[in-house]
C-alpha cells in the first residue's frame, strides 16, 4: 500500500490507465482475431487469447462505472474516511494472505 499522499484525481487518472491497457486493438481487430482462433483445433490456444483479450464492452462498462461511482464517493468524503477504508481494506488482504490455505 502506498504511504505517500496521493489525490482523488491521481487515483482517477490511474483508473482510467488501467482500463484502457486492457484491449489495445480495436474492436474489428479484436473480431478478426477471435474469428481466425476459433477456426483452430488448439484449445489451449484459444483460452490463452480469449484470456488475453480480456473483457467485453458490457464487463469494461461495468468496471468504468463502478470506478467512477466510487471515485465520486472519494471526492465528497474526508481524507480520514479515506484513510480508516484504505486500512480496512489493508487489513482484508492481508487477513487473506495469512490465512492457511
Not at 490511474?14 to 477471435?34: G, K, W
Not at 488448439?42 to 480480456?54: F, M, S, T, Y
Request: with cysteine.
Amino acid at each position: 500500500m502506498r504511504r505517500d499522499p496521493i489525490t482523488v484525481d491521481q487515483i482517477a487518472g490511474r483508473m482510467i490507465e488501467l482500463l484502457q491497457q486492457r484491449n489495445a486493438l480495436s474492436r474489428s481487430d479484436l473480431e478478426y482475431v477471435v474469428e481466425t482462433v476459433a477456426k483452430l483445433k488448439d484449445e489451449r490456444l484459444k483460452a490463452c487469447v480469449a484470456e488475453l483479450i480480456g473483457w467485453g464492452d458490457d464487463e469494461r462498462a461495468e468496471v468504468e462505472t463502478f470506478v467512477s461511482i466510487a471515485i465520486e464517493v472519494m471526492k465528497r468524503t474526508n481524507v480520514s474516511k479515506l484513510r480508516e477504508c484504505a486500512r480496512i481494506v489493508e487489513l482484508r488482504f492481508l487477513s487473506h494472505e495469512l490465512l492457511p490455505k
